[in-house]
């Protein structure tokens, strides 16, 4: 990993060094903010107008800001939550209206500067755990509530939580070659061919919902790869693919059960827990409908992946005869006979895409972790699903999900026994009884 | 100097069904609402999902969600010669301990009292006259009737994703379901539970006698549900794990399953675990609580001010709390003044014993309610006359789920206790050995009564309760009566061996198997020489403490109390948010 990053910052120098100059200076240029007032603190400013504040409310919704910027127990948007990521541990930071520990002192320029050009107040690079190279597809009239919005909160003193980064993602210098190989520094531009839904729908996810920063696959950089939106390992999971594939993706879903599953954490099959299941639960949830179809319907219209159903593993196959045993006595009583789950409460396996996707880990750390399903206002029962580590070992793990990859209308490549050891080790699952003796 | 919280609207102590029912209703209306719950917290998908409940050794046998005894315990004697001992082990009073209390653990048996069971004095004086009551006997009304209670009743069994069948609806009796209950309104929410070969033994059985019979109303979602607080059940999946076991698959009503999700996303509403209260604090004048004192988990003691005070605990612990904050007058068994503490009573549980010759009962596959009853000998459903005795019992099958372990000494008479021959026995008794059995309507009497043990103290200093309490002679008549008609329905059903039992027949005791549905004490009614409560559950006393559970009831019912104490609850939030909200004081006057 780090001989990459060092090529990485090779990259830079060589680039730094030809007649790339031009193009890192457009890459750094925020003249886009410079629509921004730049002379007002937050802390000193009148008090924003609220319609803009309820309007800047609901754009932080769409952008998830409480996510990383609230520790779960925490004060309202005061910062301190470890965002882990393979270079290290990134904390959030207070973005309360608080002097000497929020940005109180920030003009509104600052703020646009940040969040859609990741640069501090004093000039120093964000990391891009900070998604602003999603960010920079919102357009002024958001921002300008969003400011406001932050603005309204209350001020909140606590100091920001350093970093654990080593050498030498460390040095925030680095992101310039990470931002001239990554980051599109461009504003949203609409589709003229397409209908405004659609756009709307495009703009919210690669812009305030920077889905991508989950569902699309990153290189060693940590960095877009061209799979757009066609699915993920995240650490301890899997962000599937949301195109309009049929198969993995969500084109098999209408718009109606997009939207649903969004607005209430779970549809006809799917219910959303982990990574998704807090997306739902801060964002997804209190959008309103126009905006969750014009979401459905952008991702259905993606292509995606092309990924097809392979011919489905045979039920006489060892693995499957094992699966199917482990599923009756093990998983049944709540996924039910033939994989049908409960509505609203417990994930239906029965020709679901999100149960073939192309990779298991997601299948596999809940099995082993256990969930629990979205808490929402349409949906307020937070069913859950314990914990098999103890119970079933890996062997017995790969079986039963080949067996559910591959049964009611299902077809997906095997789950192989050293993945699942992998993983047991790598989410720190606890090892199977019997080994605990 | 105690810690002190700010102060809230109503404190809730205890955290079961009666007490999230009135926090779910309180804190809808807009107030704020702290519940003190003794226990921990738990969750279905960790503490209890099916890959953990299928443990009979841990759940059942070692009681591990009720409060151990050596936490807090009762002592217990027959009678006033002699000295209580404490109850050192586990017995026949299951508290729950822990965030849904005994709602948790419990069966899932939901039925509604029947309307004789809230006036049976009126009713026995009309239709026998004074001279059907036994001497001694506590019999009363509750000041609140089943029409009362109907509408309550309802809204428990849709929050609770009760499934049943009506037998009389809107006047009219529909047959194979229960022809004897009181009139309703509307359907159960869910339709019955799927019966088994033993229910339909049973049914066809006791039809033969010219009997009733039907399924019981049980909390055990038959279908997905979603009931009226938005919160989603899972059908039940017959695995039996349901008494002493919190339900894995979100099918048993519970409070668990049924309320306390929605009470989480509410900002008005507060719980705290693992935190004992000790008692009510009284204003100077001891008109009114001023809120209460509790321990948290580390033993710091805390007080928690509030404008309403509701007691939601177990029914003993009840009592014992109105008894520790000195509210309303002790029972004095000598002079028979007082009300703290008189009218407990019990259950009697008289039946038989089954076993058959050739049948496969399959009984792992069972529900904590899935039962066929007959109700034709229940409350005032038969003519008593000359039987020198009132009430009844309800007689049932309960397709409960085996028990490997807990029914190793279910075998026939004379059976060897171990070896070869048991082995035998036992394996033909798991498929062919059952029992029926009648639970009673039982009346207080006046040597019955709780009060705070002399010696006997918790692990806080604090007195424990003492239960006085013997079976009187309306109990050992009516429990006769239903043993010998349990005899004839397992006669009826074919069964080769017919045994009888009765619990009443000798002296009761905490370890010898009867029901454990432990009711008064501190009862509601109308006259405040006689009841620690008004019609609404209200102390008669102290006007901002409320008192919800079995603990309020005059008398028991020939069924389980829970849709009954649930009902009640909401009765008591609807006078309090209509009424008491507006008028800070007694909701019935005090008769002159």
């Known amino acids: 990993m780090k001989s990459k990053l060092w090529l990485g910052v090779l990259a830079l120098v060589l680039a730094a060094g030809g007649t790339a100059l031009t193009a890192l200076y457009a890459n750094g240029n925020s003249n886009a903010d410079d629509v921004a007032d730049d002379q007002v603190p937050a802390a000193d400013a009148a008090a924003p107008d609220p319609a803009a504040i ?67 107040q004093d000039g120093a690079l964000l990391y891009p755990a900070m998604p602003y190279n999603a960010y920079v597809k919102m357009n002024d009239a958001d921002l300008h509530d969003l400011w ?53 729908g495009r703009y919210l996810v690669d812009g305030a919902g920077h889905c991508g920063a989950c569902h699309t696959p990153k290189d060693a950089l940590g960095g877009d790869t061209s799979a757009y939106l066609q ?20 084109g098999s879903w209408s718009i109606e059960q997009v939207a649903q599953y969004l607005k209430v954490g779970s549809n006809h099959m799917a219910v959303a827990a982990g990574a998704m299941g807090e997306a739902v639960e801060h964002s997804t949830q209190y959008l309103n409908g126009p905006d969750l179809a014009a979401i459905a319907v952008y991702l259905e219209s993606l292509p995606g992946s092309g990924a097809q159903a392979p011919a489905a593993i045979s039920a006489n196959d060892p693995a499957m005869l094992r699966g199917a045993h482990i599923y009756e006595t093990q998983c049944m009583a709540c996924h039910n006979v033939q994989g049908q789950g409960i509505d609203g409460m417990v994930t239906g396996f029965a020709d679901n895409p999100g149960i073939r996707a192309l990779s298991p880990s997601n299948l596999i750390s809940t099995v082993l972790k256990g969930g629990r399903a979205a808490v929402t206002e349409g949906n307020v029962t937070g069913a859950g699903m314990p914990s098999f580590a103890w119970r079933l070992d890996d062997a017995d793990i790969a079986a039963v999900l080949t067996y559910v990859r591959n049964s009611w209308g299902n077809a997906a490549p095997a789950v192989g026994s050293p993945l699942v050891s992998k993983a047991r080790a790598a989410v720190h699952a606890e090892p199977v009884l019997d080994k605990q003796r | 100097m105690a810690n002190v919280r700010p102060k809230v609207d109503a404190v809730i102590v205890g955290l079961g069904w009666c007490g999230s029912l009135m ?43 009720l409060l151990p005894p050596a936490i807090e315990t009762t002592t217990f004697r027959n009678n006033r010669s002699q000295t209580a001992l404490p109850t050192r082990d586990w017995s026949l009073n299951e508290l729950g301990y822990n965030v849904g209390g005994s709602g948790t653990h419990w069966a899932g048996m939901a039925w509604r009292f029947l309307p004789f069971d809230f006036e049976s004095y009126s009713y026995t004086l009309k239709r026998y006259g ?157 008109k009114t609580a001023t809120g209460v004192t509790y321990l948290d988990r580390n033993l710091q003691q805390w007080e928690q001010p509030a404008d309403i005070v509701i007691f939601s605990a177990f029914q003993m612990q009840n009592v014992r709390l109105m008894l520790l904050s000195k509210i309303g007058k002790p029972y004095n068994p000598q002079t028979r003044e007082g ?3 008189r009218a407990y009573c019990f259950q009697t549980v008289s039946g038989a014993n089954l076993f058959f010759e050739d049948e496969q009962l399959n009984q792992y596959i069972g529900a904590g309610a899935l039962s066929a009853q007959v109700d034709d000998y229940n409350g005032d459903n038969f003519d008593h006359t000359g039987l020198g005795f009132i009430g009844g019992a309800g007689i049932l099958v309960v397709a409960r789920g085996a028990r490997p372990i807990g029914n190793a000494d279910a075998v026939p008479p004379g059976t060897p206790r171990w070896g070869s021959a048991w082995k035998k026995a036992y394996t033909h008794a798991f498929q062919n050995g059952t029992f029926i059995f009648g639970q009673g309507t039982s009346y207080s009497h006046v040597d019955s009564y709780l009060d705070l043990d002399p010696e006997y103290k918790d692990a806080h200093g604090d007195p424990l309760i003492r239960v006085t309490f013997d ?57 405040p020489h006689t009841s620690a409560l008004n019609r609404y559950q209200q102390s008669w006393d102290v006007h901002n403490v409320f008192v919800l559970g079995a603990s309020s009831f005059p008398n028991n019912a020939g069924y389980n109390p829970t849709s009954t104490i649930g009902a009640l609850s909401l009765w008591t939030a609807k006078a309090i948010l209509e009424q008491y909200l507006a008028k800070r004081g007694p909701l019935v006057e005090v008769p002159a």
């Open chain 1, 54 to 120: 309820t309007r800047g409310a609901y754009v932080a919704v769409q952008g998830d800001c409480a996510a990383c910027h609230t520790k779960p127990g925490g004060n309202a948007y005061a910062g301190g939550y470890g965002l882990q990521t393979p270079f290290g541990v990134i904390y959030s930071t207070n973005i309360t209206p608080e002097r000497d520990t929020g940005i109180g002192t920030w003009t509104e320029r600052d703020f646009f500067r940040a969040v859609r050009h990741g640069k501090r």
């Open chain 2, 130 to 286: 004074k001279q059907q009551l036994v001497d001694g006997l506590i019999v009363q009304d509750w000041g609140v009737t089943y029409e009362d209670l109907e509408p309550f009743y309802e809204r428990f069994e849709k929050i609770a994703g009760v499934s049943g069948k009506a037998g009389v609806l809107n006047g009219q009796k529909i047959e194979g379901a229960n022809i004897f209950e009181g009139n309703r309104k509307s359907e159960f929410p869910l339709p019955p539970l799927a019966t088994t070969r033993l229910t339909d033994l049973f049914t066809e059985g006791s039809r033969t006698l010219g009997l009733h019979p039907f399924m019981v109303p049980a909390g055990q979602a038959s279908q997905a549900y979603t009931n009226p607080l938005g919160v989603r059940m899972g059908p039940c999946t017959y695995c039996g794990y349901c008494l002493y076991y919190g339900c894995g698959n979100f099918s048993k009503s519970s409070p668990n399953a049924c309320v306390v999700p929605a009470l989480m996303q509410r900002s008005n509403f507060t719980v705290l675990t693992e935190s004992a209260v000790l008692r009510a604090n009284l204003a100077e004048d001891g």
């Open chain 2, 339 to 341: 009300v703290v503490g």
């Open chain 2, 471 to 527: 079976y009187n002679e309306n109990d050992r008549r009516s429990a006769i009566f239903i043993e010998n008609k349990s005899v004839e329905i397992g006669k009826a059903m074919g069964a080769k061996i017919v045994n009888g039992f009765d619990s009443a027949a000798v002296n009761y005791g905490p370890y010898l198997p009867a029901s454990d549905h432990t009711i008064g004490g501190a009862v509601m009614g109308l006259d």
């Open chain 1, 231 to 250: 699915g993920a390992e995240l650490l301890g999971g899997y962000a599937p693919e949301i195109t309009g594939n049929p198969h993995v993706g969500v």
């Open chain 1, 148 to 200: 406001a919005y932050i603005r309204s909160l209350k001020p909140v003193a606590q100091a920001p939580t350093p970093n654990t980064l080593g050498f030498p993602y460390n040095i925030r210098l680095a992101m310039l070659g990470w931002n001239l190989l990554y980051f599109k520094n461009a504003p949203y531009v609409a589709e003229p061919g397409q209908p405004a839904q659609w756009n709307r």
């Open chain 2, 23 to 65: 926090a779910e209703e309180l804190t809808r209306a807009g107030l704020n609402v702290v519940a003190i719950e003794r226990g921990p917290w738990v969750e279905t998908a960790t503490d209890f999902p099916p890959s953990v409940d299928t443990d009979e050794l841990r759940w059942d046998t070692r009681r591990s969600l």
